[in-house]
T-cell receptor, first 113, second 114 residues
Framework: KQEVTQIPAALSVPEGENLVLNCSFTDSAIYNLQWFRQDPGKGLTSLLLIQSSQREQTSGRLNASLDKSSGRSTLYIAASQPGDSATYLCAAILTGGGNKLTFGTGTQLKVEL | SQTIHQWPATLVQPVGSPLSLECTVEGTSNPNLYWYRQAAGRGLQLLFYSVGIGQISSEVPQNLSASRPQDRQFILSSKKLLLSDSGFYLC?????????????FGPGTRLTVT
């Protein structure tokens, strides 16, 4: 059974700092990995999806990497802003049977002025 | 462009009452549809998914059920709610394509069972 872990559970940084969020998964036979952002009381916003054949994806100040051999993915946020404050979730996508997502428990990020 | 709707946004129901949550997707055809639950202090849990009309797969045994009466409509139901059914219910869709794996989520329904 796939298990996804995110460390740290919570993180507080000053504005402008670069930061890294970590995601670990137990089954390296994942097909893809997707990163989401969730604001309090809201649904999930998709940030990046990395296919198993890729090693990283970039969108603006966000860069996500995937290392299947070590069972790890990282989300790098450059020049953090208060608007980046949210919970960040990673999810491993398994092949077949509807391409189901297995979610981590998230990292709650607070970027302070 | 595609959009996903969920209603109601919030719901307070007594224990033992029935439940019906609705999710609809616009701007796409034959999407894969998913119901997730996010309970307090717990991660997101997949409840049901559907690859087509009338095709429902259940991930977690519980007193909930799902139906897909139309291509872009997904309904989550219960005949008798339990306190443990409280949580944030999220619907998601994915394009029916071998090259598209990204899932997109709706705004969610906050359910409180009292």
């Amino acid at each position: 059974k796939q298990e996804v872990t995110q460390i740290p559970a919570a993180l507080s940084v000053p504005e402008g700092e670069n930061l890294v969020l970590n995601c670990s998964f137990t089954d390296s036979a994942i097909y893809n990995l997707q990163w989401f952002r969730q604001d309090p009381g809201k649904g999930l916003t998709s940030l990046l999806l990395i296919q198993s054949s890729q090693r990283e994806q970039t969108s603006g100040r966000l860069n996500a990497s995937l290392d299947k051999s070590s069972g790890r993915s990282t989300l790098y946020i450059a020049a953090s802003q208060p608007g980046d404050s949210a919970t960040y979730l990673c999810a491993a996508i398994l092949t077949g049977g509807g391409n189901k997502l297995t979610f981590g428990t998230g990292t709650q990020l607070k970027v302070e002025l | 462009s595609q959009t996903i709707h969920q209603w109601p946004a919030t719901l307070v129901q007594p224990v033992g009452s029935p439940l019906s949550l609705e999710c609809t997707v616009e701007g796409t055809s034959n999407p894969n549809l998913y119901w997730y639950r996010q309970a307090a202090g717990r991660g997101l849990q997949l409840l049901f998914y559907s690859v087509g009309i009338g095709q429902i797969s259940s991930e977690v045994p519980q007193n909930l059920s799902a139906s897909r009466p139309q291509d872009r409509q997904f309904i989550l139901s219960s005949k008798k709610l339990l306190l443990s059914d409280s949580g944030f219910y999220l619907c998601a869709w994915r394009a029916d394509s071998r090259s598209s794996y990204e899932q997109y989520f709706g705004p969610g329904t906050r359910l409180t069972v009292t």
